[in-house]
């Protein structure tokens, strides 16, 4: 496939590609997500803050 | 001549203009510092893409990839996957979050303010400070090759010509100024690499066929005479990874991809660049830019590179390596001789971006590892910051251009960019990786863990690279002076960790301290402090 026969070199040649497709779906996905920081920022601390409450009580 | 120079003079009057422009908006220490925290995120992800891609990865790891082959198109899906989408989503968001609530200006800082030590804050500022040189001479050494190539002036003369140039806008601007000039450069950056590509293929006669045409290289008699030492060592041609066990694997695998690819998570000036953006959305919108920059820049380098060969074989009989002059002049000598002279000047102006754009970030971040880090916040003196910055600065250039002259004589078989790199930016993993995922996700970790951690790290790195892994330590020769042979292990049962880059041993081994350190050593850190790192 496209000249190169080590499946080694054709895999890192295709994940460079892929990767970068990943990336641009995930910036186009989350395009405008995030934008109010500090509140976007508070609900997602304190869900961690629970969460790792909860692991601490059952430790 | 003439058309290079003129250009040379247009784009220099350009990044002055952006100099001068930070100059005027930087008011505050934040602003010298951070960039005020309120850059845009097109220039925020090109600024992180020209920093992060430098001459080191073009002419360095270009010419390494002229060398030992396609196989470190490895490294561009490591620095794509780690370096642009889990630096910006796992560790960004978080890493600009935590460096707001802490009021942290500088990577040392965010980790200092993290486990409230001025200890860690000092240690992480004097290993910056101490060690970064290492890699802004290899940077400086990769703009150098290409200004000593393309205008045939003397090593010296093109170094320290291009070393007073960077040294003049970083100075000026802190680093409002070194990020605009940092996107502008990204842009060209961008655009050169798209034509080098596309250029090359088509002159090859399309991908399948460029491909093909190298794959069968090898195959030639005459080559495979050239290339009997490397082949030797387990080349086993450019489309193929080298033979799995043999230390050209190890190098390629070991050094090059692991060393830089995981590097660069905690490389300090990339860091810094999550905290001057305002909000997650920015970083969202910059993994898209970022994606795309690193693919064009370095996947292009990492395909030229092996390319090259065919055009070098064909003029002059001989592969790339051979008719160039050693790795590091594989590129600059193909874009000398093989492209066209309009495209030469386009591409001439890139490379001097990407090394200006990665060394002013690298003189910003040791002028403020020593100013911010060691100075006022480990030492606990008051003075100004700015000029202490600045004269730390000054102090790190001078270091890394005696570093980049010296580099100019070692042997030139060598991949000396490329190695320069990857030895500092495993030294970074091992020192500040553990700890820096630990700041930003692991609570209730104790201070004392996180010191054993780095100092371990630290300490196994530099044995590591002065006494074991034979490619350094044969270049230090501290291991010659004072044990008689070029690596330790040497001519012993354990031969073989000769070829194991430090960053295979210790950033396990900072892992293990860091582990053990937490188990035994509590966290004492109050629930105030905690709270407000996490910001719940």
């Keep these: ?59 | 001549m003439l058309g290079n120079t003129i250009a040379l003079l247009v784009y220099l009057f350009i990044i002055s203009f952006f100099g001068f422009l930070g100059y005027r908006h930087t008011k505050t220490s934040t602003d010298y510092l951070l960039g005020g925290r309120q850059i845009h995120p097109m220039i925020m992800a090109l600024s992180y893409g020209a920093t992060f891609i430098s001459t080191s990865a073009i002419v360095g790891f270009g010419g390494a990839a002229g060398t030992l082959g396609m196989g470190l198109l490895w490294l561009t899906f490591l620095n794509i996957l780690l370096g642009i989408f889990i630096a910006f989503v796992v560790f960004g968001k978080r890493t600009r979050r935590m460096g707001y609530s802490l009021d942290a200006h500088t990577f040392p800082e965010l980790l200092g303010n993290r486990f409230d030590s001025k200890f860690i804050q000092g240690f992480a500022g004097v290993v910056i400070f101490l060690f970064m040189p290492i890699y802004t001479a290899a940077v400086l050494k990769g703009g150098t090759d290409f200004i000593q190539t393309h205008f045939g002036i003397s090593y010296e003369i093109s170094l320290l010509f291009f070393a007073a140039v960077v040294a003049l806008y970083v100075w000026m601007g802190g680093l409002k100024g070194v990020m605009y000039t940092d996107a502008f450069q990204g842009g060209i950056m961008f655009l050169g690499m798209i034509f080098l590509i596309i250029y090359t293929y088509s002159k090859l006669g399309g991908v399948t066929s460029a491909h093909d045409q190298l794959t069968h290289l090898f195959d030639n008699p005459d080559v495979q005479e050239q290339t009997a030492g490397l082949v030797k060592g387990g080349f086993a041609g450019w489309t193929s990874m080298p033979k799995t066990g043999s230390p050209t694997w190890w190098s390629l695998i070991t050094t090059i991809i692991m060393g830089v690819g995981i590097g660069v998570l905690a490389q300090p000036p990339l860091v810094v660049r999550f905290m001057t953006v305002k909000s997650n959305r920015e970083l969202n919108r910059a993994v898209v830019s970022g994606g795309i920059f690193i693919l064009v820049t370095t996947g292009v380098a990492y395909i030229i590179g092996p390319l090259s060969n065919l055009f070098f074989f064909e003029e002059t009989g001989s592969i790339a390596t051979i008719a160039a002059g050693g790795n590091d002049k594989i590129i600059p000598m193909f874009i000398k001789n093989y492209v066209p002279g309009w495209f030469g000047v386009i591409f001439f102006l890139a490379l001097v971006a990407a090394a200006m754009s990665t060394l002013s970030s690298q003189f910003h971040a040791m002028g403020t590892a020593v100013g911010r880090d060691v100075y006022e916040k480990a030492m606990n003196k008051k003075g100004n910051t700015i000029l202490i910055t600045k004269t730390g600065i000054l102090v790190a250039i001078l270091i890394s251009v005696t570093l980049a002259y010296l580099a100019n004589q070692l042997d030139t078989s060598m991949q000396i960019i490329a190695t320069g790199t990857a030895m500092f930016f495993g030294l970074c993993a091992a020192s500040f990786l553990p700890a820096y995922i630990s700041a930003l996700f692991i609570r209730t970790i104790s201070k004392e863990a996180i010191i054993a951690g780095m100092v371990t790290g630290f300490v196994v790195g530099i044995f590591w690279i002065f006494f074991i892994h034979e490619k350094e330590a044969s270049s230090l020769q501290l291991c010659m002076a004072l044990f008689n042979k070029t690596s330790l292990v040497k001519e012993t049962g354990l031969a073989k960790l000769a070829m194991v880059d430090p960053i295979v041993v210790a950033l396990p081994s900072s892992v293990i301290a860091t582990t053990i350190g937490a188990l035994v050593k509590k966290c004492t850190l109050s629930q105030q402090h905690l709270d407000k790192c996490f910001k719940a």
């Design chain 1, 1 to 59: 496939m496209i000249g190169i026969s080590d499946s080694w070199i054709l895999l890192a040649y295709l994940l460079c590609a892929l990767s970068t497709i990943a990336c641009v779906v995930y910036g186009v996905i989350n395009w405008n997500k995030g934008a109010k920081s500090e509140s976007d920022d508070f609900q997602e601390e304190s869900d961690w803050k629970k969460k790792e409450s909860e692991i601490e009580e059952s430790l």
